[in-house]
């Protein structure tokens, strides 16, 4: 079960445990209905133990889900570009957000928004979000930025790293709860492999999203801003 969220496990444990028991003493077997609703509930809070590749040329998807989207080239508001590759999480999916490679934690952000369907593109815009930007560790350029995006049954994002902390590739750092999105944005140039398409299943702290050529140019300096 993920750490991010105690008080939700908790409650639904003893609740589910109550319900079994009561239907239990006045119906029999329909108690099995209780026990099989707590059990889904319990589901979407679970959190496998992963073994991320050890490969420092590799950025890792952050979520598990399916592609939606490979963007290149997109402006940022600081005049860079950006490689976007956007994934969906189902209610169905491992929700933990894990990091897509090494780095240290440079900002994070918080904004306020919608909580439109995660299957709208208008939520890539318009809905509550929370965006870590990491410096990432060589031979990877930055800033790296991960930006978790509510849906519309996601109404609480959990971001636990903070500024400095230094993550390893894979490292679990928060989760978005029920449905949602979740973006990986890396500098745009021409040294990226990008290894996957809409439509690809995912795994975070699994799946090689992108993969740095050996040919590649020498990362630059990350910028020091703020998350956008």
């Known amino acids: 079960m993920t750490p991010y969220a105690r008080l939700e496990i908790t409650l639904i ?8 028991a009561v239907v239990a003493w006045w119906a029999g077997p329909a108690a099995l209905l209780p026990a099989l609703l707590s059990a889904a509930l319990l589901a979407f809070y679970r959190d496998p133990h992963r073994t991320p590749p050890r490969d420092p040329a590799a950025v ?42 090494a780095g240290r934690v440079l900002a994070t952000a918080y904004k306020p928004g919608a909580f439109l369907n995660a299957l709208n593109p208008a939520a890539d815009d318009r809905n509550e979000s929370h965006t870590l930007v990491l410096e990432p560790a060589a031979p ?16 609480r ?6 500024p400095q902390d230094q993550l390893t590739a894979g490292q679990r750092f928060g989760m978005i709860k029920l449905g949602s999105r ?5 500098p745009e140039d021409t040294g990226w492999e990008v290894l996957v398409a809409p439509g690809d ?28």
């Open 13 to 20: 444990t003893l609740l589910g445990a109550v319900a079994t």
């Open 60 to 101: 890792l998807a952050a979520a598990d889900g399916t592609i939606v989207s490979v963007r290149r080239a997109v402006p940022t508001p600081d005049g860079r570009r950006e490689l976007r590759i956007m994934t969906f999480l189902s209610v169905f999916s491992v929700h933990v957000n894990r990091s897509p490679c």
């Open 140 to 155: 990877l350029p930055g800033p790296v930025t991960v930006r978790q995006i509510a849906g519309v049954l996601a109404r």
């Open 157 to 162: 994002i959990v971001c636990a790293a903070r």
């Open 182 to 186: 979740t973006e990986v944005c890396l």
């Open 201 to 228: 299943k995912v795994r975070a702290g699994l799946t090689v999203l992108a993969r740095r050529r050996a040919d590649a140019p020498a990362p630059v300096a990350v910028p020091r801003s703020d998350a956008r």
